[in-house]
């Protein structure tokens, strides 16, 4: 039944074209649709015991509707967005298990810490200029927690002995979703780019697409 997540696509393409043409009233209603439509599949194609794991997965499915919802608002609702997401991120770690220490793991960490390092400090940068030095925190810990994500996802699924299709789906969806975030950050608070906002959806749900795929087929 893994052609159902095709269905994702359906609204997935309309907030795409919706963000494109900044249609801002399309985008409220399709981009958590996208959300929605993803929870519907994986409960229909999880497969084993609806566990903790799937709470977990389902739970960061849910954290991250709210973000959106948060984030499609014409107020600024960055901060709740940001909580949101980073509750969304802890329930993926707990989907996967968390991280496997190996010197695999050590290696992917360290390359976390260089990408995220220089990231973390540019955006600080630009919050600052922004005069939001409030959010300076806030980010710090997001990119903390999604860097743990992205660690976990590439160490946990072949630690475990997962399908090599979840293990692939699991690293794409969250480097995926990583990207998605980084632009987000150097676009809103570094330097405007006029390709970022379109990318930026179509990242973020294709890596929430692979990280579904993964945890329901592993």
């Known amino acids: 039944m893994s052609f159902l997540y095709l269905l994702v696509l359906v609204p997935a393409l309309v907030d795409w074209v919706a963000v494109a043409r900044q249609d801002?009233?399309?985008?409220?209603?399709?981009?958590?649709a996208t959300l929605v439509v993803l929870m519907i599949v994986v409960a229909l194609t999880w497969q084993g015991e609806l566990g903790a794991a799937f709470a977990a997965t389902m739970l960061a499915l849910c954290f991250s509707l709210a973000g959106d919802v948060f984030l499609t608002q014409d107020r600024d609702l960055l901060l709740p967005g940001l909580a949101a997401f980073f509750a969304a991120h802890v329930s993926y770690i707990a989907a996967f298990g968390g991280a496997v220490l190996s010197?695999?793991?050590v290696f992917i960490g360290t390359t976390l810490i260089l990408?995220?390092?220089?990231?973390?400090?540019a955006v600080r940068q630009g919050l600052r200029?922004?005069?939001r030095t409030r959010l300076i925190l806030p980010v710090f810990a997001?990119?903390?927690?999604?860097?743990v994500m992205v660690l976990t996802t590439l160490t946990a699924p072949g630690a475990n002995d997962w399908g090599r299709g979840s293990i692939l789906a699991a690293a794409l969806g969250s480097l995926l979703f990583y990207t998605s975030d980084a632009l987000i950050g150097l676009h809103r608070f570094v330097r405007e780019l006029s390709w970022a906002p379109v990318t930026i959806m179509v990242t973020y749900h294709l890596g929430q697409v692979g990280l579904a795929y993964s945890l329901a087929h592993r």
Request: hydrophobic share 40%; aromatic share 10%; proline share 11%.
């Open 115 to 121: 990408v995220s390092g220089p990231l973390f400090l």
């Open 142 to 147: 997001y990119v903390v927690v999604i860097s």
């Open 129 to 131: 200029r922004s005069d």
């Open 103 to 105: 010197p695999y793991s």
């Open 24 to 32: 801002r009233r399309l985008e409220r209603v399709a981009k958590p």
